[in-house]
């Protein structure tokens, strides 16, 4: 699986910004797709998943009701809509993809990575 994330930018704190991944390669509705983040100085960390047919959807209690993941199986993408930015939202966020969703959800692990998109959000 190729995974292509895209999306990133500058926004000020309270804007929005939302994260693409296009996935392709094997089937991609088989598998389990998550987002995690590296901020400077810190090591890479879970944010948000998402099951392969979008039942099970989980989430780091930081970016609970300001972050939205979601995909589309028949565009082969996964989102992750940013809402309420705040200055700490800053990382490399990383797109992933793995066929055990709790793998991927709790012990931070996936079989294929995208390059990582850049957030700055400015205060």
């Known amino acids: 699986v190729q995974l292509q994330a895209s999306g990133g930018g500058l926004v000020q704190a309270g804007g929005s910004l939302r994260l693409s991944c296009a996935a392709s390669?094997?089937?991609?509705?088989?598998?389990?797709m998550g987002w995690f983040r590296q901020a400077p100085g810190k090591e890479r960390a879970f944010e948000a998943s998402?099951?392969?047919?979008?039942?099970?959807?989980y989430y780091e209690d930081s970016v609970k009701g300001r972050f939205t993941i979601s995909r589309d199986n028949a565009k082969n993408t996964v989102y992750l809509q940013m809402n309420s930015l705040k200055p700490e939202d800053t990382a490399v966020y990383y797109c992933?993809?793995?066929?055990?969703?709790?793998?991927?959800?709790?012990?931070?692990?996936?079989?294929?990575w995208g390059q990582g998109t850049l957030v700055t959000v400015s205060s």
């Open positions: 998402i099951s392969s047919a979008g039942r099970n959807i």
């Open positions: 992933a993809a793995d066929r055990d969703f709790n793998s991927l959800s709790y012990r931070n692990r996936a079989s294929y």
């Open positions: 390669g094997r089937t991609v509705s088989n598998y389990a």
